[in-house]
């Protein structure tokens, strides 16, 4: 009996050149004898790896790169754009973001983003905020969006589709993207796309997607000969592929393969 298999392949960053470079952000502080808001640059840390499109180093991160002298070299900094840029380069980043914060019965807190290669201040935002004030998960979200482009919190997956039979023909959601062999796809995540494989004498091939964001996903699509004995009706329901964010991206470039058995739709998840 012959089964129409689909197998989808999972791994996480980096992604190859299809999905472009993913610009990295080096997040530095400096903080003038300031105890208020310890946690500040965690946060937008935190915020910028989960909505923005860039890989990120933390202000540890930075100072396991460098050593223990880093927050002294960034107090040398200060307003010094050439010395940061220079921070960037041995760091590996395209961006700085500083954080320099002060206190003057207030907590004046300023965000600069700095371009390395080009080595120019690119935003800059500033907030006044009293002792012992707080600042929301969305305060703290729209600093960024101030002086961060739209762009750069449009996230993107990536999409290879393959199959076992050339020249079949490609459709996602209502678009014909092309025949098989096809390039991989950079696509908008997260998202759910509705993918369909058809070629003459074969049964078509359908699937729903959840695409994760920076990830890569891979859908290898096994076309049947038409009035081949699959096995049951079942083959021609759109398959649904639901992967959560926070299931499917795991460290350590772990593969995730998902098989489904010719008996059921629902797919089993196999951890190497």
């Known amino acids: 009996m012959k089964l129409l298999f689909l197998?989808?392949?999972?791994?996480?960053?980096?992604?190859?050149?299809?999905?472009?470079n993913r610009p990295t952000i080096a997040v530095l502080e400096y903080r003038a004898g300031v105890a208020e808001l310890p946690d500040l640059a965690d946060r937008l840390v935190e915020l910028l790896r989960s909505k923005s499109n860039s890989d990120v180093l933390s202000p540890q991160d930075c100072r396991r790169m460098l050593g223990a002298g880093l927050d002294a070299l960034v107090s040398e900094c200060k307003d010094d754009i050439p010395c940061f840029v220079r921070l960037g380069k041995k760091l590996g980043a395209n961006e700085i973001l500083f954080i320099g914060m002060t206190e003057f019965g207030t907590v004046l807190i300023n965000l600069h983003r700095i371009l390395v290669a080009e080595g120019r201040t690119a935003g800059s935002v500033d907030l006044d905020l009293k002792l012992g004030g707080a600042l929301t998960k969305l305060q703290i979200y729209?600093?960024?969006?101030?002086?961060?482009?739209?762009e750069a919190f449009r996230r993107y997956g990536t999409l290879d589709v393959t199959s076992n039979q050339k020249g079949a023909m490609v459709r996602l959601d209502s678009r014909t993207i092309g025949q098989t062999p096809l390039e991989p796809l950079r696509l908008e995540a997260p998202r759910k796309y509705r993918i369909q494989l058809t070629k003459s004498g074969y049964v078509p091939f359908q699937a729903t997607i959840d695409l994760v964001p920076?990830?890569?996903?891979r859908l290898d699509a096994q076309l049947s000969p038409a009035g081949a004995d699959a096995g049951g009706p079942w083959y021609r329901k759109?398959?649904?592929?639901?992967?959560a964010a926070g299931v499917a991206v795991a460290a350590g470039g772990t593969i995730w393969y998902l098989n489904q058995p010719p008996s059921q739709v629902p797919a089993t998840v196999i951890i190497p």
């Open 142 to 150: 729209q600093l960024l969006r101030r002086i961060y482009p739209e």
């Open 238 to 243: 759109w398959w649904v592929i639901a992967l």
């Open 7 to 20: 197998s989808l392949l999972l791994w996480t960053l980096p992604l190859d050149a299809v999905a472009g």
């Open 214 to 217: 920076n990830a890569r996903l």
